[in-house]
């Protein structure tokens, strides 16, 4: 959508989104106090150290790290950008948004793109309700059978992946969205009809095992279906088709999209998206019931491309939750050409990863090995598979028929593909590999690297993306080392808000030692004065926008879990941080001149001087310390008193 949104609508959407009923939608929240807590779902744990905040709309991992406010948890789960996050957050709270620089004409065209969405998502969503009735009845019957005795699919999968049925029939969906007031023209254009030659619908999709396509934000936007009639001039798999959608295109990131596109759709993506974040990689299969299978026997991070081959946009879509990939394709001669032609694709994208070969086990494909050798069989073979570089390499030398001019253009076809990997170090490994494995003189070695021409992989759908320009950066362990001190005063500032301007005023951020904290508060501050307002809702905005660091983490940290010291204590409460950081910084300077002087470095006499003086400021805060609630005298400790007081001016 064009224009900008505004940040007071920003503000406002964050506001009005239920936090904990937003995070509870994927994790399990238990209260804790005043806050909610439960699994981390960023990583695997045992033991809830995953902490969300309801009033400040933030959430915190005291395990790994990841952190951030509602938008941030949106974007991170559903794989979206700020905008669309913002969007869907928008949706959930029924907030309309207004965007800047849009002309009357634009904003109501908008609206009436996202009205005609909204209408064919609910259409669909009303068509997967009747696929799962359908299932139970007795037209079902065989369709149940298949999957569970044939396929071997539990009822928790089968919910998981709200697996249906179409009947043996002409026009039961058809009659059945007539029922529900949907117009036959949607049900045609999101492909759930067609066109009779004589005039009305019939139902496309006929005496088949059903499965919901969800694009990687959750929303339902088409069907695929598995044939049960064995008919040998039926398709053993159809999936919504995307002409009948080609006029419903709406603006994005700049690009015209259509509601569904198969290059651009990754089945199982919306259940496997847990999975894929906690194991940190993806396991890229070919069909949907391998991805099924594979789910019900602990491998949740399954995946399958849609259409026929793996393309750039899809890998676009993985990569925003991993940088892993372990590509598991059918254990046949096709299998094998897929793998080769995903290779190169995943390396372009700067995607590192695994190849998992079938036929090592004599399986045709990922549901067979499951179903017949087990879950442990799968894992054995992904522990022992191959990385993608030395899969490649391994293959195309497999190929290689001997002669010299042979041996030259596999060297030439391997050197297309390694010209395409982003990183260097990588390109040079696995030119050396290619090197010893061929036996191939270095010189000449370096001439095929310098003439190689990187190898073009077009996307199917004849668009540009570019999987590089879509970064996940998996959460770090927890590396909180600020001092206990400075982590306190942190709390304070971030709970209440007028404190950042005093402590700037008073000097009292001189006094924290951790840089990165003392520049983040100031940047703080200096918004907060920028704005000439300022609350611990507005502090929650300008911190997401601040760099990723241990200060912006602690910062977080201090917002999740409500303040331990109560509004009215905080004057005293500042003090007593202040002064024991004013202390501690103090002692330092003490150690470092009376080692200058022991060295008989620099002017003794002067050093001498100014250590006495140390310790005369020293003794004066010690003695504070033992009779708190005292102001600070200017003249005994420094230049410029701190003076914090409980009648500091508010800014609101």
Not at 117 to 127: F, P, Q, S, T
Not at 319 to 343: H, N, P, Q, S, Y
Not at 561 to 568: D, G, L, S, W
Not at 618 to 643: K, T, W
């Amino acid at each position: 959508m064009a224009g900008r949104i505004a940040d007071r609508v920003v503000r406002e959407i964050v506001d009005r989104s239920d936090m904990v009923a937003v995070v509870g939608d994927v994790v399990k929240l238990t209260r804790a106090g005043k806050e909610w807590r439960g699994l981390c779902p960023f990583h695997g744990e045992k033991t809830a150290s995953f902490y969300v905040n309801g009033h400040t709309k933030v959430y915190m991992c005291h395990g790994c790290s990841a952190g951030g406010d509602v938008v941030q948890f949106v974007r991170e789960m559903r794989g979206l950008t700020f905008v669309e996050a913002v969007e869907w957050l928008a949706e959930r709270a029924g907030i309309r948004i207004e965007r800047e620089d849009v002309d009357p004409q634009t904003l109501q065209r908008q609206q009436q793109e996202r009205s005609q969405r909204a209408r064919l998502l609910e259409l669909n969503g009303a068509a997967l309700r009747w696929f799962r009735a359908t299932l139970q009845r007795p037209a079902g019957q065989k369709a149940l059978r298949y999957a569970t005795e044939k396929r071997g699919l539990g009822v928790e999968a089968m919910e998981r992946f709200g697996i249906g049925c179409a009947p043996d029939a002409w026009d039961g969906l058809c009659a059945f969205l007539a029922s529900q007031g949907f117009a036959a023209e949607d049900v045609a254009r999101v492909g759930l009809a067609a066109q009779r030659p004589g005039g009305g619908l019939y139902d496309r999709f006929r005496d088949r095992l059903m499965f919901p396509i969800y694009s990687t934000a959750g929303d339902l936007v088409a069907f695929g279906g598995r044939d049960l009639s064995d008919r040998p001039d039926a398709a053993k798999y159809i999936n919504s088709p995307e002409s009948e959608l080609s006029t419903l295109e709406v603006e994005h990131n700049n690009r015209l999209w259509t509601f569904f596109k198969k290059s651009h759709v990754v089945f199982g993506l919306w259940q496997a998206r847990g999975g894929i974040r906690r194991l940190r990689c993806a396991l890229v299969v070919e069909g949907n019931l391998d991805v099924i299978t594979l789910h019900q026997a602990g491998f949740d991070n399954a995946v399958a491309p849609m259409g026929t081959a793996m393309t750039q946009a899809q890998l676009a879509e993985l990569r925003r939750f991993t940088e892993r990939v372990i590509l598991c394709m059918d254990g046949d001669k096709a299998g094998r050409a897929a793998t080769m032609k995903a290779i190169p694709l995943a390396l372009a994208a700067g995607l590192d990863g695994k190849v998992v070969w079938l036929e090592r086990c004599g399986a045709k494909d990922p549901d067979e090995l499951v179903r017949t050798q087990g879950a442990a069989a799968m894992q054995s073979l992904i522990d022992g598979a191959d990385d993608l570089v030395t899969a490649f390499v391994d293959t195309a030398i497999g190929e290689w028929d001997g002669t010299i001019a042979g041996r030259v253009e596999v060297g030439r076809r391997v050197e297309s593909v390694l010209a395409t990997i982003p990183n260097p170090l990588t390109r040079e490994l696995a030119r050396q590999q290619l090197q010893s494995r061929l036996q191939i003189p270095l010189e000449v070695q370096r001439e095929l690297a310098r003439t190689a021409q990187p190898l073009v992989v077009d996307d199917e759908s004849g668009q540009s993306a570019d999987p590089r320009g879509l970064t996940w950066s998996a959460p770090r362990p927890a590396d909180l080392k600020l001092p206990r001190k400075e982590l306190d005063l942190a709390e304070a500032a971030m709970w209440y808000p007028a404190l950042l301007l005093e402590l700037v005023r008073s000097g009292g951020l001189d006094y924290v030692s951790h840089e990165g904290l003392r520049v983040a508060l100031a940047e703080l501050c200096a918004r907060a004065e920028a704005a000439g307002a300022a609350d611990t809702h507005m502090l929650r905005g300008w911190l997401m926008a601040l760099p990723e660091t241990e200060a912006r983490r602690a910062l977080l940290g201090a917002l999740v879990q409500t303040p331990h010291v109560e509004e009215a204590s905080l004057p005293l409460h500042v003090e007593t941080v202040l002064d024991g950081l004013e202390l501690d910084g103090l002692l330092r300077s003490q150690a470092d001149l009376r080692a200058r002087v022991r060295a008989g470095v620099g002017s003794l006499e002067e050093d001498a001087r100014t250590v006495f003086d140390i310790s005369n400021r020293i003794e004066a805060l010690r003695r504070r310390r033992q009779s708190p609630g005292q102001p600070h005298s200017a003249e005994s400790l420094r230049p410029v008193g701190r003076g914090i007081t409980s009648d500091s001016q508010e800014i609101h």
